[in-house]
């Protein structure tokens, strides 16, 4: 697993995110673990170097992507922890 960060069998607010999006509020999406060290590498192209828990927000907003096609949207990824704090390197590829 690389997204160590977000690994969490029982999250504190899991709740109320399942009722924010059953509210219909938020669209929620899910991307593959195998996803990941190709964000990661995308995002270090752009100078962003961040933890793989991090990366799962390009991850994710791909899948997205593939699943909504709107021309006219905008959109915001925010990108929190700093690459310094993963410890194991990546698989090359």
Same mark, same amino acid.
């Given at each position: 697993?690389?997204?160590?960060?977000?690994?969490?069998?029982?999250?504190?607010?899991?709740?109320?995110?399942?009722?924010?999006? !059953?509210? *219909?509020?938020?669209?929620?999406?899910?991307? /593959?673990? +195998? &996803?990941?060290?190709? $964000?990661?590498? !995308?995002? *270090?192209?752009?100078?962003?170097?961040?933890? /793989?828990? +991090? &990366?799962?927000?390009? $991850?994710g907003f791909d899948q997205l992507a593939a699943d909504v096609t709107?021309?006219?949207? +905008?959109?915001?990824?925010?990108?929190?922890?700093?690459?310094?704090?993963?410890?194991?390197?990546?698989?090359?590829?």
């Amino acid at each position: 697993m690389f997204a160590e960060g977000i690994a969490v069998a029982a999250p504190v607010r899991w709740q109320e995110v399942v009722e924010t999006a !059953r509210g *219909g509020a938020v669209t929620v999406t899910a991307a /593959p673990d +195998s &996803a990941i060290p190709d $964000a990661l590498r !995308r995002l *270090g192209r752009c100078g962003l170097f961040v933890e /793989p828990t +991090s &990366a799962v927000v390009l $991850a994710g907003f791909d899948q997205l992507a593939a699943d909504v096609t709107t021309d006219d949207a +905008s959109s915001v990824l925010i990108l929190t922890a700093t690459g310094l704090k993963t410890v194991a390197p990546l698989p090359v590829g």
